[in-house]
Structures are given as C-alpha cells and as structure tokens.
C-alpha cells in the first residue's frame, strides 16, 4: 500500500484540538478589549471610580494569561480564566445593583463557553460553581431586602446592562463563530477522509488480492514442505534405527559384565554414550597368569568415534598373549592405527584414541601405561593417580616420546579406576563436575561394593545435568582384583 492512515484520523481528523485552543485565545482577546472598554467607560461616563478595580483587575489578570501562554498548557489557563472570570462578575454583579445588573446574565453564559472549551466533565464543575455564585446572589438581597449596592442612576443601569447585553452578544457570537469554524474544518477535513478513506479501501482490495496470491503460494511452499518433512522424518527414523542397531552390534563387541564378573571379584562400569553409541570403550581379559583393563577414548563421538573405538577392540581382540609390559602394548597399539588408518602421510588421517592400560597378576602385582589415559588407584592410604604418557595413540605421524610403565604391588582391596575424560568435563549446575568431585564421590564407597559406586557417581550425574546436554561420551570401569 501506498498510505497509511489511522482510524482516528480519519474519522475526526487532527486538529480539533487546536482549533479550540485559537478559539480560546480569540476569547481571551476579546474579554481584554472588553474589559478595557469597560474601565474606560466607568472612568468617563459612569464617574465610578470603585467599579474601575474589577475591570482593571480582569485586564491585569488576562495580561498573565497571555504571559503563561507556552508556558503552560492551555486547558489548565482556561481553567484559571474562567474560574476567576466567574469570581470577578459575582464581585461585578455584587457592586452593580445585583440581580438588576445584566451580569448575572453573563455569569450564566460563561456555562456555555466551558462547555464548549473543557468538555462535559469539567463543565459539571463549573456549572456547581456558578450555580452556587448565583444562588449567593439571590440569598444575600433575600436577606438584605435589596441590592447590596446600589449606586447606578435609572440611566446609568440602562447603559450599563445594556453594555453587559452587549458583551453577551459579543461572547456568545464569538462561541458560535468558533463552533461554526470548527465544523466547516471537521466537514472539510470529513470530506477529505472520506476520499483518502475510498482510496484507502481501494488499495485494502488490492493488498487483500496480493495476500490471496501470497497465501496461495504459502500454501503451496507449506505443501511441499510438509513432502520434505515426511521424507526427512523418514530418513531420520531409519538413521536412527541404523544408529540403534549400530548400538547393538557395539555393545555386542564391548566385554560383557558376565565375563568381567569371571575375571574380577567386584567389577561395574559407567558407560553412557553421548549419541547413541560412543567413541569410547572398554576391555578386559584374563591370559593365564595376567589380566588385562583397558579403556579407551576415540576421536569425536557418535558414529566417527563408535567406528575408531571398533578399530581398538579389534586390536585387542586378536592378541594371542600379553606383551612384557602395557608399554609394549600402547606401541603394538600404536603401530596397528598407523597402519589400518592409512596414517603414513604427513596430510593423512589424524585420528587415534587416548587409552589407560593396566596388566594384573595373581600376586596383585600392577603395571600401568597410558596414552593420555586417566587412571586411579583407592585404598586405605587414600587415592594414588597414576601418571600416563603425554601422547596418543594414531594420529601422528613423528613419534617423540616412550611410553612410561608403573609398577608396584596393590593391596588385595585396592580398587582400580580406568575412566575417560566425559564425566568430569561435564557442566552442571555448579559449573564443571572436575577431578576434585569426581574423586571425592569414589572414596566416599572405598570398601564398598563397585555397583554401589557406580550407582553413586550416575545420581551425582543425573541431578547436575538437569537442563544442561551431555558434552562428550562418558566410560567408568572400577575393578577389585581377585
């Protein structure tokens, strides 16, 4: 549309207001000159030099109106005016013979003009207050028996209500020009409403058409996405279903807690995928006279990682028998990444795993090795960190660094903690979950059973993650050898 126009406008336009308030002014003008004139006369002909005060006053008091002029809001002048207005013609009518003087008159025709100039509400108020003046009027010469003053001649009471029939004339004419201007504006600019308001309709037929276009092709736009949606809805389901499956087949390949249970005399692990399935896993087996813990965090998550962790444990699925040491391990690990992920270019595939590698034997003799791994020892001497090798395992083509082993023999109680980095990078309600907490929540089931600790840390889990997303997989494993 080529306009807009508000409804208000168009029906009573927007410049009643002023009008009223030129009006208003123009009246001002008039009781001035009034009010002069009327000084003048009783000055020369009427020789009253008492009655010169009241329209003295009403000069001096208009002068100030027209200093407040912009200076106050014209409403709020008018009021002043016409409250002392009404004030000072009581006075008038008072000294000027009473109800003989035409004043009483031009009190009651002040009604009118506040009515016309301050609306209904506030004409109510002055129609209480000259009423009352009037009333006051007729009560004092009831009481009196007369006027309370007297001092105009038969001649010079004629003169004089002729004058105030005059200023009645003057006052009321001047209200009915304003009222007559004020309506050919108001049918003036009706008219030209009325047109802009034709024209108005004309383009809401237009624009109404160009909305039914638009709806339509909104419609049709709406229709064919709703298409989309179903075919993407479908695509998403059977993505989650393969996911689901995928699932399956992971923890299919991950130890199960039956086998674990043959292994350990108390074992539980934390496992909680981001998406699905996880970029982590876990491992253990027995060979002969050792044991072998491992866990291990992949690259990413979600299918990317699920598919690397896959690499892993098949890595350790085909060992035959235990290397010496885990050191030896990490580096057959290390060795197997290069090589299925084609590794052996500068510009090649990055990935690889981050991994803590534990070997027990039957005297409860430990070595430990870790590939940026995290792994913990509790017993009654408190928690023992284990210290991992600063580097993983794939995803670099220059090798730096051996892997260190630690070695040391365990109380039969001691409980083994492999975990990755998922819980205690997780935010919750008190900021990060951190190592401090994490540790804290273990030894508080030192002696306990693992399942209980595990129970433990996933409550703690739960009530900080409310309202806040899982950030990374999540893999605990705690063991008490046999």
Not at 52 to 68: E, K, R, S, V
Not at 100 to 116: D, E, G, Q
Not at 305 to 329: F, N, T, Y
Request: some cysteine; proline content about 2%; charged content about 25%.
């Amino acid at each position: 549309m080529n306009s807009t126009l508000n409804s208000t406008q168009l029906l009573y336009g927007n410049r009643i207001e002023l009008d009223k308030e030129q009006s208003f002014w123009r009246k001002v003008k008039f009781a001035t000159a009034f009010f002069l004139f009327f000084a003048l006369l009783q000055l020369f002909f009427l020789k009253s030099i008492v009655a010169i005060l009241l329209p003295a006053l009403g000069t001096i008091t208009a002068f100030i109106l027209f200093f407040l002029r912009g200076k106050v809001h014209w409403t709020t002048i008018s009021k002043i005016y016409f409250a002392t207005l009404s004030t000072a013609l009581f006075v008038f009518t008072l000294v000027s013979g009473g109800t003989k003087s035409h004043a009483v008159a031009l009190l009651a025709a002040i009604m009118v003009s506040t009515y016309w100039f301050l609306g209904k509400k506030v004409s109510r108020m002055f129609l209480g207050y000259i009423s009352f003046l009037i009333c006051t009027i007729f009560f004092i010469e009831f009481i009196n028996e007369g006027p309370l003053l007297d001092p105009l001649s038969r001649v010079e009471q004629l003169v004089f209500n002729m004058l105030i029939d005059l200023s009645i004339l003057l006052s009321v004419s001047n209200d009915v020009r304003a009222i007559d201007l004020q309506s050919s504006l108001f049918q003036k600019k009706l008219q030209n409403n009325s047109d802009e308001l034709v024209q108005f309709g004309e383009e809401l037929s237009q624009t109404n058409e160009e909305i039914n276009a638009q709806k339509e092709e909104i419609e049709s736009q709406r229709d064919e996405i709703e298409r989309h949606h179903m075919k993407l809805s479908k695509s998403h389901e059977h993505v989650t279903d393969s996911i689901r499956y995928a699932k399956t087949i992971q923890m299919a390949l991950l130890t199960s807690q039956d086998e674990m249970e043959k292994i350990f005399a108390d074992v539980s692990v934390l496992f909680k995928p981001r998406d699905h399935v996880s970029g982590d896993f876990y491992f253990a087996r027995k060979f002969e006279n050792k044991t072998i813990m491992v866990v291990g965090d992949c690259t990413g998550h979600g299918v990317p990682g699920a598919l690397l962790s896959m690499v892993g444990l098949e890595a350790l699925d085909r060992l035959e028998e235990l290397p010496e040491s885990p050191a030896e391990l990490l580096e057959q690990l290390d060795g197997y990444f290069f090589e299925k992920l084609r590794q052996s270019h500068r510009d090649g595939n990055k990935d690889g795993m981050d991994i803590s590698v534990v070997f027990l034997d039957n005297e409860n003799h430990l070595s430990y090795a870790g590939a940026k791994g995290k792994a913990i020892l509790l017993d009654s001497n408190g928690i023992l960190p284990l210290k991992s090798t600063n580097r993983s395992i794939g995803g670099s083509f220059i090798r730096r660094r051996n892997f260190e082993v630690t070695k040391m023999k365990i109380q039969p109680d001691t409980m083994i903690c492999l975990y990755t980095d998922g819980y205690v990078d997780q935010n919750g309600a008190n900021g990060k979950i951190g190592t401090l907490k994490f540790r804290e929540i273990l030894q508080n089931y030192y002696l306990k059973y693992t399942k209980d600790c595990i129970e433990g840390l996933d409550s703690y889990l739960k009530a900080e993650m409310e309202g806040y997303d899982q950030r990374d997989d999540i893999t605990v494993l705690l063991a008490v050898n046999n």
